[in-house]
């Protein structure tokens, strides 16, 4: 052993000193730092990013951190690109900010724009951010969008959020063969967990407690390969210092548990979401059992997967406690203390997440009194509250900011990977610089967006991450200059008044109602299962006559551009979400038209609609990732076995379509997408309006239950056709 530390020491020194040569006789050797080893991970996002000219960048990270706060240190010298930071994100955020600056990179869900100058000009920058922690993605997402994701895909999406300043990512792969191994060790078998575990883009609700079952069986393979890939997520995100939240026990146990164990305390809840699905079935927090099963599930994730600081418990996501009126408080109480000593006693330190989406979706029951009941036994550092739905609900305000427990201020933004054009920048500018300047904003730690799906209106997520570092003090429109330069490569007066005017038509709309119109989901009415009652709708959101104004300079402006710049996707973005607006519109006319038996005016609709829907259909190939063909082809690529592969797909295109259940969650993830308007939405519209003007033309009463029954049997028959 000591032969092998000389030979250790002897290598290292040896090593030292042909640097310390190179620096005397050739100057400062590209790429590299005292702390190589320690900035690895940081040089890998960024060589992935820039290729060969990474080793230009040196990089170090602060040795003496005394705080909390994250911040960076960048200036260009004899043409190196020196930055410091406190950790390998802020650093990559720093790098990303440098190159985003002088106009040389941008890079988005739909394609990065990389043209770096010969030389780097000068440049000196200083940032700091308030909030430890930058969060992403939704529970929901690992649904919406993330499950037929290879490493290759993952690992692209972490250089994504490590160049954004990201460290609080939520991390939910790989959690079955967990929840498998652990069930099995309480005599579950193997058929009982096939019938207990839903289908893989349903996943993130059963985890919720919401379903069981749904679209299953899981197959085996899935488990084996998600183990394998969560193995590697963590791996990445741990070398960036980021701090992934993983999962742990809410409550939720399968109904073949509670059919092994009538001597425990569990409650079969009430169907989710309006009914139709199966019960689901949660245990009792004083139930013994409730910290035996939570801590073993912790045992076996950390055996698999290492251990971990944060963990992700909600215990009554979307669900109403089923808790006693007389003793209301003390049960909620007790269901928050068993969460957090739980997870605190099978990892010590570790802190208990929670979604903060409960307290804004049923705020008749969580009253301040409730709220405050089921986090008053938890330390305040030992729990954190994700409030991400700012763009909607005033839940922290009316909370009293979590009454001391740290908390996370954030937006959706995206609900169901659904994709209109839309978001607002001037608010989360205004209602940033607002936060922090409140004193009554308590113990704020973090900040950022958790959508329920992604790969839509980047220009809002660019926006978003970069804010915590500004402070909400950059003036918007220089924001706009330096991001449009950034992704087009150049910029003009009119494709910055483009974009002003994109800015009060679209990107000036908070939440997109439309989407939940009249408890019905779907985008927009187009996505809608068809029905008379739209001729109530009273329009759609934003500014349709502005964003006409933008996007007849954009399609000037475009053609001065080559047709692989981002432009070109922008100007699709905005022309289908205009057109969609517009065949809304004369939805709504030709429903009424057929009606009042005007059938000239109703046909010369019907093909105006089916023109516009086909065009708009056929334009969509440009955007490679807005593609019902892509979806489904990644789903069944997924698989290794046609019968695999058969499972994944009907997932997949009942999840975006059908959705599942009784209730009102058909359509709610609907998609623009190319095959989408042509392959499902018009044919159900048609099918719609052919009978409505049959029925006008023969004079006979229009049923519109029974067509939209015969609508829902197509739709059943286009998720299972191949």
Request: with cysteine.
């Amino acid at each position: 052993m000591k032969s092998e530390n000389f030979k250790i020491k002897k290598s290292s020194s040896l090593k030292l000193a042909v640097i310390a040569f190179m620096l005397l006789f050739f100057g400062p050797v590209k790429g590299y730092c005292q702390n190589e080893e320690k900035t690895k991970s940081a040089f890998g996002v960024i060589e992935r990013l820039v290729g060969s000219r990474a080793n230009e960048f040196q990089l170090s990270l602060d040795e003496n951190k005394k705080s909390n706060s994250e911040w960076f240190k960048i200036e260009t010298e004899n043409n190196l690109v020196k930055i410091k930071g406190s950790t390998n994100t802020a650093i990559c955020y720093a790098a990303y900010n440098f190159l985003k600056d002088i106009g040389a990179v941008l890079i988005s869900w739909e394609g990065n724009r990389i043209d770096l100058p010969k030389a780097w000009p000068k440049y000196s920058k200083k940032g700091e951010t308030p909030f430890q922690y930058r969060e992403y993605l939704n529970a929901c997402t690992f649904g919406y969008t993330t499950p037929w994701w290879d490493w290759k895909r993952w690992e692209q999406e972490i250089d994504w959020m490590a160049l954004h300043g990201i460290n609080l990512p939520t991390a939910m792969e790989g959690q079955e063969a967990v929840w498998e191994e652990l069930w099995k060790e309480y005599g579950l078998t193997s058929s009982q967990l096939e019938s207990h575990f839903a289908g893989p883009a349903y996943l993130p609700w059963q985890r919720m407690g919401n379903i069981n079952s749904l679209e299953g069986p899981l197959p085996q393979e899935w488990f084996v390969k998600k183990e394998a890939l969560q193995k590697k997520i963590l791996e990445r995100m741990k070398a960036l210092d980021m701090h992934p939240v993983v999962p742990a026990f809410s409550g939720y146990v399968p109904k073949a548990f509670a059919e092994k164990h009538p001597e425990a305390k569990i409650t079969e809840l009430k169907s989710w979401s309006g009914g139709g699905f199966a019960s689901t079935f949660l245990l009792d927090s004083k139930d013994p059992l409730f910290k035996q099963i939570g801590k073993r599930f912790i045992e076996i994730y950390t055996k698999m997967y290492g251990k971990s600081n944060f963990y992700l418990a909600d215990s009554f996501n979307e669900i109403e406690p089923p808790v006693s009126e007389h003793n209301k408080y003390e049960e909620l109480s007790n269901y928050g203390s068993a969460v957090y000593e739980t997870i605190d006693e099978a990892a010590p330190g570790a802190v208990w997440v929670m979604q903060g989406w409960l307290f804004g979706d049923n705020k008749e029951f969580w009253t301040k009194e409730a709220t405050k009941a089921f986090l008053s036994k938890v330390p305040n550092e030992k729990v954190m509250v994700q409030d991400y739905a700012n763009d909607r609900y005033k839940v922290w305000e009316n909370q009293e900011a979590f009454y001391g427990k740290q908390w996370t201020y954030g937006y959706v933004h995206n609900y169901g990977g659904s994709n209109p054009v839309y978001g607002d920048l001037n608010f989360y500018k205004d209602e940033l610089a607002s936060l922090l300047k409140n004193p009554n904003r308590g113990n704020i730690v973090g900040y950022g967006a958790m959508p329920e799906g992604l790969n839509n209106n980047s220009i809002v997520y660019e926006y978003i991450y970069d804010l915590p570092w500004t402070k909400a003090e950059q003036p918007l429109n220089d924001w706009m200059a330096k991001y449009l330069n950034a992704r087009y490569g150049q910029t003009s007066e009119s494709v910055f008044h483009a974009w002003d005017l994109l800015l009060k038509s679209v990107y000036n709309v908070k939440y997109w109602e439309t989407r939940w119109w009249n408890d019905w989901a779907g985008a927009y009415l187009l996505f809608k299962r068809p029905t008379l009652k739209i001729t109530e709708f009273k329009g759609n959101p934003g500014d349709k006559i502005k964003l006409k104004e933008a996007l007849d300079i954009l399609k000037k402006e475009a053609k001065k551009y080559n047709k692989k710049n981002l432009i070109q996707y922008d100007l699709i973005d905005v022309s289908r979400h205009y057109n969609s607006l517009s065949i809304d519109e004369e939805l709504i006319e030709c429903v009424k038209a057929y009606q009042e038996k005007n059938i000239a005016k109703g046909d010369q609709l019907f093909k105006q609609i089916e023109k516009q829907v086909l065009e708009t259909d056929k334009m969509m190939s440009g955007q490679p990732l807005n593609n019902l063909n892509q979806w489904v082809k990644s789903a069944s690529d997924y698989g290794s076995s046609p019968e695999v592969s058969s499972l994944y797909v009907k997932n997949a295109k009942t999840l975006i379509t059908l959705w599942g259940g009784e209730g009102h969650l058909n359509d709610y993830a609907s998609r623009s997408w190319k095959g989408m308007y042509k392959g499902f939405y018009w044919p159900r519209w048609k099918m719609f309006l052919e009978a409505l003007k049959k029925a006008a033309v023969t004079n006979t009463s229009f049923d519109e239950n029974k067509e939209r029954e015969s609508i829902k049997n197509w739709e059943i028959n286009w998720t299972e056709s191949k």
